[in-house]
C-alpha cells in the first residue's frame, strides 16, 4: 500500500501563484510515476502533469504547459510538487495527487484532495 497527503490549496487571484505539494509513503520502492490530476465542478477528472520516476520524464496537459511545473523534490524524497503560475479561473478545482505503481497502467492510489479556487 501507498499513502498520499497533499498540501497546498487555497484561493488565489487570477495570475497568481500556489505551489501544491504531495508526500508518498508505505511501499514507496514500487512507484514508478506520480502525477496531478483536476476536478472542475461538473467535469471529469483529468490530468494535469506526470512524473516518471526517479524524475526527468515529465508531462503536462496542454492547458498548462509553460505555467505549471511538477518536481521531485530531490532523488532521495518521495514528495512532488506543483508549481502553478500565472493561474487562471478554469483552473480552479480539487487537485489530487496519484501514484502509478511499477508493472501497471494505471494510477491506483489516491490522495484526498486539495480545492484549488483562482478568483477573475
Known amino acids: 500500500q501507498i499513502q498520499l497527503v497533499e498540501s497546498g490549496g487555497g484561493l488565489v487571484q487570477a495570475g497568481g501563484s500556489l505551489r501544491l505539494s504531495c508526500t508518498a509513503s508505505?511501499?514507496?520502492?514500487?512507484?514508478?510515476?506520480m502525477g496531478w490530476f483536476r476536478q472542475a465542478p461538473g467535469t471529469e477528472r483529468g490530468v494535469v502533469a506526470t512524473?516518471?520516476?526517479?524524475?526527468?520524464?515529465?508531462?503536462y496537459a496542454d492547458s498548462v504547459k509553460g505555467r505549471f511545473t511538477i518536481a521531485r523534490e530531490n532523488i532521495r524524497a518521495n514528495t512532488v510538487h506543483l508549481q502553478m503560475s500565472n493561474l487562471k479561473p478554469e483552473d480552479t478545482g480539487v487537485y489530487y495527487c496519484?501514484?502509478?505503481?511499477?508493472?501497471?497502467?494505471?494510477?491506483?492510489?489516491w490522495g484526498q484532495g486539495t480545492q484549488v479556487t483562482v478568483s477573475a
Open positions: 496519484a501514484v502509478r505503481r511499477v508493472g501497471v497502467d494505471d494510477y491506483q492510489y
Open positions: 508505505g511501499r514507496t520502492e514500487f512507484i514508478s510515476a
Open positions: 512524473l516518471l520516476w526517479p524524475g526527468r520524464h515529465k508531462s
